[in-house]
């Protein structure tokens, strides 16, 4: 079910990312150039018709694919484990202590060595 969904998922996210660059705000895109010029002088309305159909198939397509987002995330299969892939190498490796804790603390000013003169 849920590798029908991803697919669902894309064949929307195509479908969607078509209509989107179908549209054109300045009346020069599929909106404006074809069905304009088939409309004749009354260029107008074919032009809105057009329009109004992929902003609808756009709103359409991108609440179909937000929910199907969300439908996915319950059919994710959770049985192969509880932890992620971080949490179970951790879970390999102990932790060090290589960390020792000394009474005396270093020096603020380096200590510089006596210069023998000859």
């Given at each position: 079910?849920?590798?029908?969904?991803?697919?669902?998922?894309?064949?929307?996210?195509?479908?969607?990312t078509?209509?989107?660059?179908?549209?054109?705000?300045?009346?020069?895109?599929?909106?404006?150039?074809?069905?304009?010029?088939?409309?004749?002088a009354?260029?107008?309305?074919?032009?809105?018709?057009?329009?109004?159909?992929?902003?609808?198939?756009?709103?359409?397509?991108?609440?179909?694919?937000?929910?199907?987002?969300?439908?996915?995330?319950?059919?994710?299969?959770?049985?192969?484990?509880?932890?992620s892939?971080?949490?179970?190498?951790?879970?390999?490796?102990?932790?060090?202590?290589?960390?020792?804790?000394?009474?005396?603390?270093?020096?603020?000013?380096?200590?510089?060595?006596?210069?023998?003169?000859?």
């Amino acid at each position: 079910m849920y590798t029908f969904i991803v697919i669902l998922i894309t064949l929307i996210a195509i479908f969607m990312t078509i209509a989107i660059l179908m549209q054109s705000g300045q009346g020069s895109g599929l909106s404006g150039g074809l069905a304009g010029n088939a409309a004749g002088a009354t260029g107008m309305v074919g032009q809105r018709r057009t329009a109004d159909f992929l902003s609808k198939a756009t709103s359409a397509m991108g609440g179909a694919f937000l929910v199907l987002c969300l439908v996915a995330n319950f059919f994710i299969d959770r049985s192969t484990g509880t932890q992620s892939a971080v949490q179970q190498r951790g879970l390999e490796m102990p932790a060090s202590n290589d960390f020792q804790q000394s009474t005396e603390s270093p020096a603020a000013i380096p200590q510089q060595p006596a210069e023998n003169e000859n």
